[in-house]
């Protein structure tokens, strides 16, 4: 029903009619987070003992005809020094301040729909609302770090291995451990992350710009519409439908199935 499109689920209250109405997302340091499990990996810096393979593994992300040539030529003790150097290097940089708890920030949101337990627990028992969000890009038309959550069943080794970055692929299976792995028993929730680090001296990660402790501007074409949980009230619906009416808003309502444990979303005229 909702393809290539993902929701953020809210209770009713003031934050979350400002976010719909006026187009914001709001990021929060994972410290914050109600998992205690957030961000949590071990780390393994040990290089390969085996000369061929030392060798192999620098020559994984080498670059140039001339690095590799200075690779080749060089003994053992040039190949341990400048792995341990690229390591130790990304491990103090990009390793500590991505997975950093209070600098870096995060936007969960989920590509599933219609998940009992969804509602139940992020919309006060279905009398809070669902926004669902159109793919888009920053108000300054680019595009911004997004993982979707990696369900494991123990906390993921950001190892050697993993550490030698070579392509954005090896970059982005690096920042899923570090940032967007939880346990399995979470994966009904679909989750994606929108990812914001101040900090990082890389551009692509700093591109997502916050406001006021955590807010981003989103262009106007970001939210396709609500969906109003089955127990809102009347007040609030017609709240809810003024700003849909407003905004062009499509609107819809999730109701529980009578025959099974399933949540059924129908359209709704604003």
Known sequence: MFVDKVLKFRQFNQYSLAEL????????????????????YSLD????????????????????EAEKYFINQADIETLERLAKSSVEKLADGHVKTLSCK??????CVSKEYKDPLMWSHYTNGMTGFAIVYNPFDTIDEETFPALPVRYV??????DADCLNLASSLDGYELNTRLIASKHERWAYEQEMRFICCPEHPNE?????????GG?????????????????????NLNVIK????????????????TERYDVVISEIVS
């Open 204 to 212: 692509f990660l700093r591109r997502i710009k916050l406001r006021d």
């Open 21 to 40: 109405n006026n187009r914001t997302l709001w990021f929060s340091s994972v410290k914050d987070f109600n998992d205690p499990f957030e961000f949590l």
């Open 215 to 235: 807010i981003m501007d989103l262009p106007d074409y970001a939210i396709h519409g609500v969906i109003c949980g089955h127990k809102m009230s009347n007040d």
């Open 153 to 158: 069943k123990t906390p993921p080794v950001v």
């Open 102 to 107: 209070s600098g870096t920030k995060i936007c």
């Open 242 to 257: 003024a700003i849909c009416r407003q905004n062009n808003y499509k609107l819809y309502r999730a109701d529980i199935h």
């Open 45 to 64: 810096l040990n290089l390969p003992k085996d000369e061929r393979q030392l060798r192999e593994w620098l020559l994984y992300s080498s670059h140039t």
